[in-house]
């Protein structure tokens, strides 16, 4: 499994162990009260309502014969995610400078706007106003929207 934390790098561990359960067709409360746990704690876990804690964790590795330290390397690369998301949410363009008829399919308080930048560079400099094209390349810098545009 430690070859598979790459590919699962953000992921909230809790997908993780209902995938397993699953797999061994385990019974997600049952497994929970076998590990002294109540089944609510569990299944907040399961839904990503709830981290998961190092006791925890510990005792579904070693009850489903999962390396040690897994589902907290997990949890680790999920709240590191979390983090940078965000960040980048607190980080966007000033928004008064954009007609929100530009973004007409969302609502621009939800655009991510590093992981999409590029749809979005393209679309304000396809159809922006100078204003709108001024404000997004003061926003992402000159470089960002020039590799942006050639795309």
Do not use: C
């Not at 497994?31 to 981290?51: M, W, Y």
């Not at 006791?55 to 040690?68: R, T």
């Not at 008064?96 to 706007?113: A, G, Q, Y």
């Not at 999409?116 to 159809?127: G, H, L, M, S, T």
Request: proline share 4%; glycine share 6%; no cysteine.
């Amino acid at each position: 499994m430690k070859d598979d934390i790459s590919i699962l790098k953000g992921l909230h561990p809790g997908i993780i162990l209902e995938r397993e359960l699953t797999k061994r067709k385990l019974p997600k409360g049952r497994f929970a009260l076998s590990l002294n746990e109540f089944p609510q704690t569990l299944s907040a876990i399961i839904k990503g309502k709830r981290n998961m804690n190092t006791p925890l964790a510990l005792k579904i590795e070693q009850a489903l014969g999962i390396e040690e330290g897994y589902f907290m390397t997990l949890q680790l690369f999920y709240e590191i995610r979390e983090l940078k998301h965000s960040q980048h949410q607190n980080n966007q363009p000033d928004l008064s400078k954009l007609r929100p008829i530009l973004f007409w399919d969302t609502k621009m308080e939800k655009i991510d706007w590093q992981q999409q930048k590029n749809a979005i560079i393209k679309r304000v400099f396809e159809r922006g106003n100078e204003q709108e094209k001024k404000e997004i390349t003061r926003f992402y810098g000159e470089e960002t929207i020039e590799q942006g545009v050639t795309k």
